[in-house]
């Protein structure tokens, strides 16, 4: 399986310690010029490990122009969003977009990309014995300002059967 990832979960990733995740899940690890761009100009505690995995295991690729339709469909997201689902669109059919923002997702699955979020990542992580539990790192996620809804954590409760 291959990731192409927007710039939140990457960030919220790592505010957990947990981006290790992705390059342990995924055979390859893809992000847009812009992305590399938003992770780059990011301060805060996550800032080093961000840096290590540019470093190290995360695939930068520019995006391709945006054709015909794609242009007006995507007009409204922003440019990491957009430059992240042009970038899976041409991946190969093996790909899962990363990306939580809903108006991103919803864009995408237009095209019938395949998309998850932090939470599916980490509940994916946990079905492979990666980590142990995943609500004490959604809570601590919401601790470290990363929006998710109540909702979203107990959807995510009840798939990791916690």
Known sequence: MNIVADTGPLIGLAKIRQLRLLAVLADQVLIPTCVQWELLAKVGAETRELHQALERWLEVKPAPAPQGTQRAALAHLDEGERQAILLALTAPTETI??????SGRTAARRWQLSVTGVVGILIR????QLIPKVIPLLRRLQ??????????????RQLAGE
Request: proline share 0%.
């Open 97 to 102: 977009l990363l990306m939580d923002d809903q």
């Open 125 to 128: 992580a946990k079905e492979c």
């Open 143 to 156: 601790r470290e300002g990363y929006w998710l809804s109540e909702e979203t954590v107990e959807a995510a």
